[in-house]
């Protein structure tokens, strides 16, 4: 039988295997939407001080920058 969790912003009840279930330390987060997820994202970031996890995010943000960049020169050596 499938696990059933229940979204934590909405409320709504999903199936195991839909929606996004994130293990963080001790904690279960469950959102039966990428929509949810991203309302307790902007949640998040408003309660952190910038100071505590910014250095995390531009790092995110750089490694992420950098691997749009090499799929953009894949795509212009293909062609
Ligand atoms: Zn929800």
Same mark, same amino acid.
């Given at each position: 039988?499938? $696990? *059933? ?6 409320? $709504?009840?999903?199936? /195991?295997? +839909? ?6 330390? =001790? ?7 990428? $929509? ?5 994202? =902007? +949640? ?8 505590? %996890?910014? *250095?995390?995010? *531009?790092?995110?943000? /750089?490694?992420?920058?950098? $691997?749009? *960049? ?6 212009? =050596?293909? %062609?």
């Amino acid at each position: 039988m499938k $696990r *059933k969790y229940k979204c934590i912003i909405c409320g $709504r009840v999903f199936p /195991e295997g +839909q929606g996004i279930v994130i293990n963080y330390g =001790k904690t279960l987060l469950t959102f039966h939407s990428s $929509r949810c997820a991203a309302k307790f994202l =902007k +949640q998040l970031l408003e309660r952190i001080p910038p100071e505590e %996890i910014e *250095k995390y995010i *531009k790092r995110l943000v /750089e490694e992420d920058l950098e $691997r749009l *960049k090499s799929l953009e020169e894949l795509k212009r =050596k293909k %062609i």
